[in-house]
């Protein structure tokens, strides 16, 4: 069974490829939630529904994010109402009505559904696994945690956001000095996430980020020492290429709290868990920094843009653990 800790973007072009790799019903993905936030109302969970997207073969191609073939009909009215009374983003009494978080019209249908199923008393697990059964996916996708858990960025001039205020509202254009997961103390693991991590035969943890992406799904209780258990059969993907993050702002926030923008930084970070981090050819100077921070390297293409990268990659993973993991 091939396990997968999930986040954003990248984790689902993975997990698109892990599907290719190995048979989908032998893939399970443990996501990230983070992200979720309430909207309008509306229970909205990002990171689940992008991967859900993806692997249904809806997702919009050019955004990565939402529904193909979108409208956004409502969402325009929510903004022709707030301009018409005067309701800006920032403003602290009503930056949900300024429609500031575009929800097209078809997304809608999801985050309706799924929150008349959770106030109706269903877990998001349940929920998840209702919205991916309707699409005919047969991977598992279960968020980390049934329970409220919320990734909180403070600011360097004091602010604290909710990840979607700094990743969409402010277009991750602020300085962070520090990330927060409120409610992880509380949070318990969703049932058959220790299972997955600790009966694969192989976890991978997806090029995501891995301070809000990847970092919230470990801060769960168990979900940590869950993976550290099976070290040896964990290997993580760099989201960082040639120094860079190619989608979002994991550069940015390694540089911000203190670490090396870079694979090696992204090697010291996942050393306690993994015990192989793959990297990008773009890296392959830097193989031995890697390897010096404690994980086996190993560099092949991880830019999944061109067909058959992320079916490459996940067998890549696979291979890693058949032949040792160990530096």
């Not at 300024?98 to 877990?123: P, Q």
Request: hydrophobic letters at 45%.
């Amino acid at each position: 069974m091939l396990t997968v800790l999930a986040g954003g973007v990248g984790a689902a072009r993975f997990l698109l490829g892990a599907v290719e790799a190995v048979d989908a019903d032998r893939v399970t993905a443990i996501v990230n939630v983070g992200d979720d936030t309430v909207l309008h109302g509306l229970e909205v969970s990002p990171d689940l529904d992008t991967i859900v997207y993806t692997l249904a073969g809806a997702i919009d191609p050019d955004r990565g994010w939402g529904r193909r073939d979108e409208s956004w009909r409502a969402i325009g009215e929510v903004r022709r109402l707030a301009d018409s009374a005067g309701i800006r983003a920032d403003d602290p009494n009503g930056n949900d009505a300024a429609g500031w978080f575009a929800l097209g019209d078809l997304d809608l249908g999801t985050h309706l559904y799924r929150t008349s199923r959770r106030r109706a008393g269903a877990a998001l697990s349940a929920v998840t696994a209702e919205i991916a059964g309707s699409w005919g996916l047969d991977l598992r996708i279960i968020p980390v945690t049934d329970d409220p858990l919320r990734t909180v960025l403070e600011t360097t001039d004091g602010r604290r956001l909710s990840f979607q205020e700094y990743f969409v509202r402010e277009r991750h254009d602020v300085a962070v000095r520090r990330v927060d997961l409120e409610g992880r103390e509380q949070a318990r693991p969703a049932p058959g996430v220790i299972e997955a991590i600790r009966e694969a035969g192989v976890v991978v943890i997806a090029p995501s980020n891995p301070v809000v992406s990847t970092g919230p799904v470990l801060s769960v209780p168990g979900v940590e020492d869950a993976v550290h258990s099976v070290r040896d059969r964990v290997v993580a993907i760099s989201p960082i290429v040639g120094g860079a993050a190619l989608k979002g702002p994991a550069d940015r926030l390694l540089r911000e709290l203190g670490h090396e923008p870079s694979v090696v930084g992204v090697a010291e970070w996942y050393a306690p868990i993994a015990g192989t981090l793959v990297v990008d050819r773009v890296d392959a100077a830097l193989a031995g920094r890697v390897e010096a921070a404690g994980v086996r390297c190993i560099v092949t293409d991880t830019v999944m843009g061109p067909p058959g990268v992320a079916a490459a990659l996940a067998r890549t993973c696979i291979d890693a653990v058949g032949t040792g993991s160990q530096p």
